[in-house]
């Protein structure tokens, strides 16, 4: 039973950052690309960054200069570090990973439950 649980969303004011976590429990055997995706009221789920097992990183171009997004591959976990917060950037932020739930080939997608974050004006 393999589960993603995101946590370090919270309230905060313009400006300000937040941390993000996402661990991968269960019978994990191999962890691929890992993912921060995030959904605004009324608009669609979009890509936030995406991070590799090696560490290469990509980002939405909105997002670019001031998240971060890294990985404890020992830990199974996925981190995104939010810096200068803005009041568009208030949304639930999901976790998403590819994740090998036994010994062999396969590999299926898997959705956190989501953190909430709100940014004040």
């Known amino acids: 039973q393999v589960q993603l649980v995101e946590s370090g969303g919270g309230l905060v004011q313009a400006g300000g950052s937040l941390r993000l976590s996402c661990v991968a429990s269960?019978?994990?055997?191999?962890?691929?690309?890992m993912s921060w995706y995030r959904q605004a009221p009324g608009k669609q789920r979009e890509l936030v960054a995406y991070i590799t097992p090696e560490g290469s990183t990509d980002y939405t171009d909105s997002m670019r200069s001031r998240f971060t997004i890294s990985r404890d591959n020992a830990k199974n976990t996925v981190y995104l570090q939010m810096n200068n917060l803005k009041p568009e950037d208030t949304a639930v932020y999901y976790c998403?990973?590819?994740?090998?739930?036994?010994?062999?080939?396969?590999?299926?997608?898997?959705w956190g439950q989501g953190t909430q974050v709100t940014v004040s004006a």
């Open positions: 269960g019978t994990v055997f191999g962890v691929n690309l």
């Open positions: 998403n990973a590819d994740i090998q739930p036994t010994i062999g080939p396969r590999f299926l997608n898997y």
